[in-house]
């Protein structure tokens, strides 16, 4: 096929993988960030509960080793490269070293299903900065669509959430109170994107699929200033809301990320699992998509699009696929104009 493309760029997060990693890591996630010291810390002991070693990093060797096989499957021979925006390997790393393989061009996965300033945005920035970094042989990069409504990641999310499911007894099923937790971020940053429209358009229709009515969406790992307002409300206030309602029973998906990482491990699964046993609310956690075989098709079907402009792009939903290229203002931290100058 006739394409501009010589290779696939994973663009992720990045974590720890041992104790000495855990301070390194958190100042790079929060240079130039408005949060306090406290939370650092606080994160940081996170971190060490479970010996320093975030899993997001073997997460994501795991889905590169999968869409291997998926890409080899269908005749896409294109290299997987991968950079990570906080930890090793880094992005400057990655794209010097495909500046010295001699790639020209490359097709960027972003491990965000969703468009917000943390998770469009701001890769986009980690990006162009590699790439000045790299120099003038660093490649160009293009960033594959937001995927919140494509049919694989909901097919993905909805077999998950069926596994979780199962851990009810059958009579129980329609009294399960479906509960859709995503990353909080500022009001502020909200204002700029189509985060919590896009997240909400995953959870109906996730639900539709699964025939579940009883579902709401709330947030979690709310970071930042207390001074600030984030998204709301937080998970733990959500289940004492539920439990004041008389719900018994509840399924926790976490759509707003795609791996069981140490948001999940610690904010879900530490953190709430506490406030429900207390509470004694039967809480299961459905896995995120991970390596789900409808979610690495779907990747290899976003690689497919763009090497071929005539193919068809797919989205369930009212909405539409995102369009390929960010429009110049998409996905701001703030709205400029609405900031005082002293500020
Ligand atoms: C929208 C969003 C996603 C989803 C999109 C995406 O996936 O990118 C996401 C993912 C993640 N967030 C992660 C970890 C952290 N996020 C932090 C801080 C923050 N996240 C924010 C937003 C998001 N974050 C924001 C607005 C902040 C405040 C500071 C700032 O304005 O940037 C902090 C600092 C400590 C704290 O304050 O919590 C940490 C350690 C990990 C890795 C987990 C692991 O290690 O396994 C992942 C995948
Ligand atoms: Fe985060």
């Keep these: 096929m006739n394409h501009p493309y010589d290779a696939i760029l994973l663009v992720s997060f990045g974590g720890p993988e041992g104790m000495d990693e855990v301070m390194p890591f958190l100042d790079n996630v929060l240079r130039g960030r408005n949060v306090p010291e406290e939370r650092k810390r606080e994160v940081a ?13 073997q997460q994501n060797r795991e889905l590169i080793a999968a869409l291997r096989r998926e890409l080899d499957a269908h005749g896409i021979d294109l ?10 390997p880094l992005l400057p790393d990655t ?16 491990t965000s ?22 120099g003038p042989e660093a490649p160009r990069v293009d960033k594959i669509r937001v995927f919140y409504n494509h049919p694989g990641f ?14 009810f007894p059958e009579e129980r099923h329609s009294d399960v109170h479906l509960i859709f937790t995503a ?38 790992s709310r970071s930042g200033s207390p001074a600030q307002q984030w ?32 948001e999940i491990l610690y904010d879900l699964d530490t953190e709430a699992r506490a406030i429900a046993e207390d509470l004694g609310l039967n809480m299961v956690r459905a896995r995120t998509v991970g390596t789900h075989p409808a979610f690495i098709s779907m990747i290899r079907e976003l690689i497919a699009e763009r090497l ?14 995102h369009q390929d290229f960010c429009p110049a203002t998409c996905c701001l931290p703030f709205n400029p104009s609405k900031r005082r100058l002293h500020e």
């Design 154 to 167: 909901i097919e993905a999310n909805v077999e998950r959430i069926r596994e979780a499911f199962a851990h």
């Design 95 to 110: 794209m010097r070293q495909m500046a010295r393989d001699g790639v020209r061009r490359a097709l960027a996965f972003v």
């Design 183 to 220: 990353h909080s971020i500022p009001l502020a940053m909200a204002e700029c994107c189509d985060y919590e429209a896009q997240l909400l358009e995953t959870c109906r229709l996730v639900a539709e699929k699964l025939g579940h009515g009883s579902w709401r969406l709330v947030y979690q």
């Design 231 to 262: 998204l709301e409300p937080d998970i733990g206030d959500y289940l004492r809301e539920a439990k004041n309602a008389g719900l018994k029973d509840v399924i926790i998906s976490p759509i707003g990320f795609i791996s069981d990482h140490m």
């Design 79 to 88: 290299p997987i490269y991968w950079g990570n925006r906080n930890w090793h």
């Design 113 to 134: 299903a969703y468009s917000s300033y943390s998770g469009c945005r701001q890769y986009r920035e980690n990006i162009q900065q590699a790439q000045l970094e790299a």
């Design 45 to 57: 002991h996170h971190y060490e509960m479970f010996g320093g070693v975030s899993p997001i990093n």
């Design 308 to 321: 071929d402009p005539n193919s068809q792009r797919r989205a369930l939903g009212a909405r539409g696929p």
